[in-house]
Structures are given as C-alpha cells and as structure tokens.
C-alpha cells in the first residue's frame, strides 16, 4: 500500500524547545514532506530544506467567519490576497472557518452565507490551483459555538457550491469528538476532503495507542482511497518536538508497510 504524504503543523511544534532551523531540517530528513500553517517569514526556509508549505490560513477569523453576511467583502478580499501568495508559493490548501453561531444563528442560514461568498471566489481559486478548504473543528470542547462542526453540513456545503476549488479540511481529532464513525465517513465522503488533521484525543496528544482513536486503521482507509494530498499532524508533543514527530511519522508509514484489514 503507498504511504500517505506527511507533514506537520508548525503552531503545534515550534515550542520555543528547539530552534526554527532544526525543526524544519529535522522533520524534513525524517521524510515529511511539508508543514502547515508555519508563519510567513519561515517560508524560504522551509523551502529550503526541501518541505512544501501545505496548508495556510485563508481569512480571517475562526470565530467571526463565512457565515455572517457582513464578513463577505473582507473575507473575499483576505482570500484573493492569499491566493496570490499560494499560486507564487505553490501552496495547495487555504483553510477557511464558518464563523461561530453568533445569536443562535441558524444552521440552514449560515450555510447559504458561506456557499454564497465561496461560490464567487471559486472561480479565481480554481484558476490558481488552490483549494480552499472549510475546515471540520469540534464545538464541543474546543471551538464552542462553531458552525461547521459535522461532516454532513461541511459536505452540504461543498455540494451547492459545487466547485473542485471548494473541499474540507476533515480534522480526525474535532471529528472523533462530534460524531466518531471516522472509517466509515472517510470512505464515504473522501472525495470532498482535501487535507487531514491528525490528533489524540482526549487532550490532542500524540496519535498513538495511548489514545482513542486507533490511528493505523484510519492510515490505511486514507490510503486505499487514492487520496493525493497531505496528512499533517497537529498535536501536542509532551516531550521533545522531533522525537514526537518521528514517531508520527513512523506509526503512520508503519501502518502502510502491508496489506492489512480495516
């Protein structure tokens, strides 16, 4: 079975333990490919020592998002800025959020809000080679009062804007939190997600047997899907960054070394 393209998300790792330099050297000679969400400046280096720039935030903010009308011109704006730099830094996924439930606002309202502004950015997105993906988060424990928190409204979503340009970021962690059944919808809905999150949980700590969620199953119905796109992990390490990021990456090419039941 091919392994799945690995990266990791720089916010998760960059601690202050270890220098910007030695991450990026020590995760790219471990094999990762790429790094998500690490700051604007590091690009040149991650490029440097050989690691794509994967995913990136799209707009502005994560609590006050798509989902508000209001928000529209703004986000627009922030996302055809952003899909500048990802055409010129070849960067494949920009992150967007619905935006929380501000006033209770309703599901079906905020959904035809968010299919509005990225219908009309679609297009220029598209013409880049960008995806702009929403991204899948618990508002369980997490991100309280986020609207985009199950699979089948971000699904929806991707259907009625009905652009390739428009995916999910399917977040393993926030998913196993709000609805589980995580094998299941991976091969159920797999062609909508263009980027994973991996996590533990409880605690988003490293995806390992220590955790619920048994991450060398869901490896490999990632992998017999012919997913093309990266796997990036997003915990906490609780000890040294890169000892936590070998094992990552270790667990998850182990997992594909055969054939193996799901």
Same mark, same amino acid.
């Given at each position: 079975?091919?392994?799945?393209?690995?990266?990791? %998300?720089?916010?998760? !790792?960059?601690?202050?333990?270890?220098?910007?330099?030695?991450?990026?050297?020590?995760?790219?000679?471990? #094999?990762?490919?790429?790094?998500?969400?690490?700051?604007?400046?590091?690009?040149?280096?991650?490029?440097?020592?050989?690691?794509?720039?994967?995913?990136?935030? &799209?707009?502005?903010?994560?609590? +006050? #998002?798509?989902?508000?009308?209001?928000?529209?011109?703004?986000? /627009? /704006?922030?996302?055809?800025?952003?899909?500048?730099? @990802?055409?010129?830094?070849?960067? $494949?996924?920009?992150?967007?959020?619905? #935006?929380? *439930?501000?006033? &209770?606002?309703?599901?079906?309202?905020?959904?035809?809000?968010?299919?509005?502004?990225?219908?009309?950015?679609?297009?220029?997105?598209?013409?880049?080679?960008?995806?702009?993906?929403?991204?899948?988060?618990? %508002?369980?424990?997490?991100?309280?009062?986020?609207?985009?928190?199950?699979?089948?409204?971000?699904?929806?979503?991707?259907?009625?804007?009905?652009?390739?340009?428009?995916?999910?970021?399917? +977040?393993?962690?926030?998913?196993?939190?709000?609805?589980?059944?995580?094998?299941?919808?991976?091969?159920?809905?797999?062609?909508? !997600?263009?980027?994973?999150?991996?996590?533990?949980?409880?605690?988003?700590?490293? $995806? +390992?047997?220590?955790?619920?969620?048994?991450?060398?199953?869901?490896? *490999?119905?990632?992998?017999?899907?012919?997913?093309? #796109?990266?796997?990036?992990?997003?915990?906490?390490?609780?000890?040294? $960054?890169? +000892? @936590?990021?070998?094992?990552?990456?270790?667990?998850?090419?182990?997992?594909?070394?055969?054939?193996?039941?799901?």
């Amino acid at each position: 079975m091919k392994p799945v393209r690995q990266a990791f %998300s720089w916010w998760c !790792f960059a601690n202050g333990k270890i220098e910007p330099d030695a991450l990026l050297a020590g995760a790219a000679r471990m #094999g990762y490919e790429g790094v998500d969400l690490i700051e604007e400046a590091l690009w040149p280096a991650a490029q440097r020592h050989g690691l794509a720039i994967t995913a990136i935030g &799209g707009h502005a903010t994560l609590e +006050d #998002g798509l989902n508000r009308k209001e928000n529209a011109e703004r986000i /627009k /704006k922030e996302l055809r800025e952003n899909i500048a730099k @990802a055409r010129r830094w070849n960067i $494949p996924v920009l992150i967007c959020f619905s #935006g929380n *439930r501000h006033g &209770g606002a309703d599901d079906e309202a905020g959904l035809d809000t968010c299919v509005k502004t990225l219908a009309s950015i679609a297009p220029e997105a598209a013409d880049a080679g960008v995806i702009l993906a929403m991204e899948l988060l618990n %508002s369980k424990v997490d991100h309280r009062g986020y609207q985009c928190d199950h699979t089948g409204w971000g699904v929806e979503l991707c259907r009625r804007v009905d652009s390739p340009a428009v995916k999910l970021l399917y +977040d393993i962690y926030h998913m196993q939190i709000m609805e589980g059944d995580i094998i299941r919808t991976i091969q159920a809905h797999h062609d909508y !997600f263009a980027h994973y999150h991996t996590a533990g949980n409880p605690g988003r700590g490293q $995806p +390992d047997a220590t955790q619920e969620i048994l991450y060398p199953a869901i490896y *490999r119905a990632i992998a017999q899907t012919g997913y093309k #796109g990266f796997v990036s992990h997003e915990f906490h390490p609780s000890g040294d $960054p890169l +000892d @936590a990021l070998k094992k990552a990456f270790d667990d998850a090419q182990g997992a594909l070394s055969k054939e193996a039941p799901i």
